[in-house]
C-alpha cells in the first residue's frame, strides 16, 4: 500500500523542508510514500528547495507550472502524477498539521472514498473566517450535505475516486460535492489548524466571486447535465403558466366587463412572459438534443462503477463447464 502526497505550491520557500520532514516522521506505518509537489508559478526560491529535496528522495516527484494557474490546476495536475492507493492534500503554508495523517487513513481504511477536513478552531483573522463560515453554510444548504467545511484543502482520497475527478477554476472547493454526486462515501473529522508561521495568505477578495460562480457551476454540472431540459424547462413553465393566466384575466375583464386592453401594462407583461417561457422551453429541447449526442458518442460521466462482475462471456462459459465435485 503506497500514500500519495498532494502538495500546491505558490511562495512557500520557508516552509517546505519543514513540512516534508514532519510529514515523514507522521508517514504511517506500513505505507509507502511518494510527494507529488506542483510548484504553482513560484517567484520565490520555492523551486530550488524543491529541487534540493527531490535529489535527496527519489519518491519525491516536482511539477513546475510555468505561471500560476490556481490550486485547482495544480491538483488536477498531481492527480494525474500519483501512484498511490490513498491520496493525501495538504497546504503548504505548515497550518495542515501532518500529525492528522494516521486519522485520515483509518477513516480510508473504514470504507471511506472522501475524508475532508475540518478546522473547527481556525487559526486565522476575521477577515477569513467569517466569510469562510458563510460559504460554507451556502454550500452545505445548496447540495445537501452535512459538512462544516468544504473550503479545507487537508483531505483524503481513495484512488478510484481521484481518477474520476475533473477540476478548474475555484472547484476545488465543491470536490465533496463532486464526489457525493458520483455516489462515493464522503466524511469530514476535526483537524488541528495551526497558525501560519511564514509567509503571508495567497488569496484575495475576488475568489469568493469566482467561488460562487463555480458553485453554479457544479449545481449545474451535479444535478442538471443529464437533462437539461429539467432546469430550463420548469423555468419556461415557470413563466408561459404565469403569461398564460394574466392573458386569461384580461380576457375576461374584456369579454366579460368591457374593459378596454389597449391601455393596460399587463397585457404586454402576459405577451413577454409567454415569449420568454417558450424561449427557456427551447433552450431546453436543445439542451436535450446535444445532451443525447454527447452521450452516443462518448460515456455518461456522471456515472461512476464501483466493480463489475463476470464480465467475460468465455470465463463465464468456461466456469459453466468445470465439472461438478
Known amino acids: 500500500m503506497k500514500i500519495s502526497y498532494v502538495i500546491p505550491v505558490y511562495n512557500e520557500q520557508d516552509s517546505l523542508a519543514q513540512l516534508y520532514d514532519e510529514i515523514i516522521t507522521n508517514n504511517p506505518r506500513g505505507y509507502e510514500y511518494e510527494f507529488v509537489f506542483v510548484d504553482d508559478g513560484s517567484n520565490d526560491n520555492s523551486y530550488e528547495i524543491l529541487e534540493r529535496i527531490a535529489e535527496a528522495d527519489s519518491q519525491v516527484r516536482v511539477v513546475k507550472f510555468r505561471r500560476n494557474f490556481g490550486k485547482a490546476a495544480a491538483l488536477q495536475s498531481a492527480f494525474e502524477q500519483v501512484t498511490g492507493d490513498i491520496i493525501i492534500t495538504l497546504d503548504a503554508d505548515l497550518q495542515d498539521d501532518p500529525a492528522e495523517i494516521s486519522r485520515f487513513v483509518e477513516k480510508i481504511e473504514a470504507g471511506y472514498d472522501l475524508v475532508t477536513g475540518w478546522k473547527k478552531e481556525r487559526q486565522d483573522p476575521r477577515s477569513k473566517t467569517i466569510p469562510s463560515k458563510m460559504f460554507n453554510y451556502v454550500t452545505s444548504r445548496s447540495f445537501h450535505m452535512k459538512l462544516h467545511d468544504f473550503n479545507c484543502g487537508y483531505k483524503a482520497y481513495r484512488k478510484e475516486l481521484v481518477k474520476e475527478l475533473d477540476i478548474y477554476g475555484e472547484m476545488h472547493r465543491y470536490i465533496p460535492a463532486l464526489a457525493n454526486a458520483k455516489g462515493f462515501k464522503v466524511t469530514e473529522i476535526p483537524v488541528k489548524h495551526r497558525a501560519r508561521q511564514y509567509g503571508r495568505s495567497k488569496y484575495g477578495r475576488e475568489r469568493y466571486l469566482r467561488g460562487f460562480l463555480d458553485l453554479l457551476t457544479v449545481k449545474l454540472v451535479t444535478n442538471y447535465i443529464i437533462s437539461p431540459l429539467y432546469l430550463f424547462g420548469k423555468i419556461g413553465v415557470s413563466f408561459f403558466s404565469i403569461g398564460f393566466l394574466i392573458g386569461l384575466y384580461l380576457t375576461i375583464m374584456k369579454f366579460g ?63 459453466d463447464e468445470q465439472p461438478d465435485h
Open 257 to 319: 366587463f368591457g374593459v378596454p386592453l389597449y391601455n393596460r401594462p399587463l397585457l404586454f407583461l402576459s405577451v413577454l412572459l409567454i415569449m420568454v417561457g417558450l424561449q427557456f422551453f427551447s433552450i431546453g429541447l436543445l439542451g436535450e438534443l446535444i445532451v443525447n449526442q454527447n452521450r452516443k458518442a462518448n460515456k455518461d460521466r456522471r456515472i461512476s462503477i464501483e466493480k463489475i462482475i463476470n464480465t467475460s462471456k468465455d470465463a463465464r462459459r468456461r466456469s
